[in-house]
């Protein structure tokens, strides 16, 4: 017999954070930097823990160049040639140690993953991102890029479960991708049936992960700077944007122009058609895509919306009471509601 979980597993959308009284004075005394210390590679990690994802048109050098500036990481994606990566890392040092290299499970993923770790090897972070990360061939990569790489920070996922999460620790994974489904521009849940309900996700895995001394990353879900609160709220240590980063300047692609004087760019998913045509020459015929593309407006410089996201997030921590991001878990409390926010002026 099927089993049947009762409990109700809840979104981004299903909570608010519960106001607290608090001494903070303004937005500007809360301390967005974390300085946190990895479980296997033992390094010690200093920043604003947001990601940018490696999706093509997402995790670009010129996106890492950007948000390194405020402190802020990005997944670079696994397209760029080895060669790229050393003209990068010779004219950009200051920027390695908030990138991390992207790579799939394949032989000649870490072919590939080694050349890079060669041709760069001041980037100390590895990031290795499946779609399932249930497998038992993902835990024995995990384990052989360790034995290969053993004080690199390996980012490994993608999981929903504590008992993965566990696993995938373990096996030599320091931060673990948590989310299955949640993204904009991700279909698996449409296409499969399978998923778990983000912000429950990250509760369930943050508590295994601690549990361990590792850390996870929320990975998709986040529509605006209050989701971004509310994952960290959860116990996220860090969180990953695709679509709130897509469509700047220092995102990947060219910019569109629309027949009513409009500028978009597109955003997909790296299991989309228009991905898979791209990387892998198409889609092969024993799978079917699972992520779309769409077209979003052009928005300037990733700067301004950054900033935003960053002074969402303050925000969130003056109504908790929290002077630091790493007290938000703390201090927050999360209500259930059936209705965020006012939509009758909404388009």
């Known amino acids: 017999m099927p089993n049947i979980i009762n409990e109700i597993k809840l979104d981004f959308k299903d909570v608010l ?13 809360v301390n967005l930097f974390r300085e946190i210390t990895f479980k296997n590679s033992k390094k010690t990690y200093k920043g604003i823990p947001l990601i940018a994802s490696n999706m093509d048109t997402v995790g670009t050098f010129e996106m890492a160049k950007a ?14 040639l080895p060669e790229d990566w050393a003209a990068f890392a010779t004219s950009n040092p200051e920027v390695l140690s908030f990138v991390a290299v992207s790579s799939g499970t394949s032989e000649s993923d870490f072919e590939n993953l080694t050349r890079v770790l060669k041709e760069a090897p001041g980037v100390e972070f590895i990031c290795l991102d499946v779609a399932n990360g249930y497998s038992q061939h993902f835990v024995e990569f995990v384990r052989k890029v360790r034995q290969t790489f053993p004080t690199h920070t390996i980012i490994a996922g993608n999981v929903v479960t504590g008992e993965m999460v566990e696993e995938l620790l373990l096996s030599g994974a320091d931060i673990i ?20 309900p983000q ?15 590792g850390h ?18 959860a116990g996220a240590d860090f969180v990953m944007l695709g679509g709130m980063l897509a469509g700047h300047d220092q995102s990947g692609g060219e910019i569109r ?6 500028k978009v760019k597109l955003f997909y998913g790296m299991s989309s058609d228009t991905a898979m045509k791209k990387h892998a ?46 007290e938000l878990p703390r201090r927050a409390t999360f209500i259930r509601c059936t209705q965020q926010v006012n939509t009758v002026f909404c388009n």
């Open 199 to 213: 912000l429950s996700a990250v509760l369930e895995c943050a508590d295994a992960a601690h549990g361990l001394q």
């Open 281 to 326: 020459g198409g889609v092969a015929d024993y799978r079917t895509p699972e992520g779309k593309t769409v077209e979003v407006p052009y928005r300037g410089d990733v700067e301004v919306t950054l900033l935003d996201i960053l002074g969402g997030l303050r925000s969130a921590c003056t109504y908790t009471g929290a002077a630091k991001l790493k």
């Open 177 to 196: 991708k948590v989310g299955i489904g949640p993204g904009s521009v991700c279909t698996t849940r449409i296409k499969t049936g399978v998923g778990y």
């Open 17 to 29: 954070l519960r106001p607290k009284r608090s001494t903070l004075r303004s937005r500007a005394d």
């Open 67 to 80: 948000l390194a500036k405020h402190g802020v990481f990005t997944t670079i994606h696994k397209y760029y």
């Open 216 to 233: 996870i990353i929320s990975d998709g879900g986040c529509t605006c700077p209050g989701d971004v609160a509310k994952a960290f709220g």
């Open 257 to 262: 122009h629309k027949t009513d004087g409009t």
